[in-house]
């Protein structure tokens, strides 16, 4: 009788605390699946697109910028080769001591390798055997000395209007650009139409290399590009026509330059040779004291042939400056310092890469700090 008594009561409690425990279990596995899991995956989303949403642009396009590396950092970099390979060897040869006869081939056989002509090499030898005896010495401070004097005066002639429009007199500058196969002429004069055209100048160019399609095209796309004028002429028309015509041009649109490309020949190919000299004498009857500037593009990478080369074009046309291409590629830059010296031609420019970035105008001073590695000892 009193089991059938408390038997309701006893199931009323036990539903109350059934659905007590239940409702509570449900409720919090509810709370963990709505408030938990999709709350996390909401939330990434709306952070990436408020993020999208409230960044300023400025600031998102800045985080995708690259840092901007200087001429100085890829002139450093460019060279590195040649520094380890040659200069740094040197360096630990000779250390800080009296240059031992025992390592004086040694160096003399590193320096052939840098293409420094043999008659400078023994001079720089007999240099630092002189100097290493003294208090004080210092082997790179030597070299650089050395190199210094060797180069200084010539590279004191280069024509700064030629790359700095704001110190460019009144008339045209018409430029020639000349070099074996492969140098690096069109790349150089789509560089330098480049820069001069953002420094506000008026630049027509003259696709002279008639020979392939593909060089008026390779060099049509720099023309586009940095939005200057370019005259071109039939597959395989006389390119000394087209060198007139492009003078011609750039007279009549009162230009501030005229870059005139050329086709790369061997030193060798007299006839060919032949050819740039009759190009480059077209060019007076226009304007009698065209072409200003005949600039030889020597690719670092050539080594000693470099000086014939420079020699070869020299006689033919009477080089006013250089141009030394791919020095980031080589551990040849000795050959730079040769070719100023025996022929009296300044560099006028530094090419250290493929990019406009890549070309600046030849600083004697920073170069040997960057060949030598000083700039890395000041740092
Ligand atoms: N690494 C490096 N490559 C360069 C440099 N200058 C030019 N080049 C590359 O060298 C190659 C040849 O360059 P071009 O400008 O076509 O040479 P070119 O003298 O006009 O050649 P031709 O017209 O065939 O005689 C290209 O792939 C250029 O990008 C440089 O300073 N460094
Ligand atoms: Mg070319």
């Known amino acids: 009788m009193i089991i059938l008594n408390i038997l ?126 003294e208090e004080g010495f210092n082997y790179l401070k030597t070299i650089k000395e050395f190199m210094l004097t060797k180069m200084q005066d010539t590279q004191s002639k280069v024509n700064t209007e030629l790359y700095d429009f704001s110190k460019k007199g009144d008339g045209l500058k018409v430029i020639m650009i000349v070099g074996v196969n492969g140098a690096g002429k069109t790349t150089t004069i789509g560089k330098l139409a480049t820069k001069l055209k953002a420094q506000g100048a008026n630049v027509v160019v003259g696709a002279c290399d008639t020979f392939r399609a593909a060089a008026v095209e390779q060099l049509e796309v720099w023309c586009k590009r940095a939005g200057v004028e370019m005259i071109r002429a039939a597959e395989g028309a006389n390119p000394s026509g087209v060198a007139y015509e492009t003078v011609e041009k750039a007279v009549a649109m009162n230009a501030d330059y005229c870059l005139i490309d050329t086709a790369g020949r061997l030193h060798t190919a007299s006839n060919l040779m032949d050819e740039l000299a009759k190009t480059k004498k077209v060019m007076s009857k226009v304007m009698p004291d065209a072409p200003h500037e005949v600039l030889l593009v020597v690719d670092a990478i050539t080594g000693q042939n470099a000086l014939r080369q420079a020699q070869e074009f020299h006689k033919a046309l009477n080089l006013t400056g250089l141009i030394f291409t791919k020095c980031d590629g080589s551990a040849k830059a000795g050959s730079a310092v040769s070719i100023v010296k025996d022929l009296s031609v300044p560099i006028a420019y530094i090419g250290v890469g493929e990019t406009v970035e890549d070309l600046d105008i030849f600083d004697l001073n920073s170069y040997l700090d960057a060949l030598l590695g000083m700039s890395e000892l000041a740092e």
């Open 8 to 133: 309701p009561l006893f199931i009323a409690i036990s539903i109350i605390v059934y659905f007590f425990f239940f409702s509570k279990a449900s409720s919090k596995q509810i709370v963990f699946y709505k408030e938990e899991k999709p709350k996390a995956i909401a939330k990434t989303k709306e952070e990436s697109q408020e993020q999208i949403e409230t960044k300023p642009r400025a600031e998102v396009e800045k985080k995708e910028e690259k840092p901007k590396v200087s001429f100085a950092q890829r002139l450093q970099k460019g060279l590195s080769k040649t520094r380890s390979d040659i200069w740094k060897r040197v360096g630990n040869l000779i250390g800080s001591n009296k240059l031992d006869d025992s390592v004086v081939e040694e160096i003399e056989e590193i320096l052939y390798a840098s293409d420094m002509s043999p008659a400078m090499v023994s001079e720089l030898i007999d240099e630092l055997q002189e100097k290493s005896g």
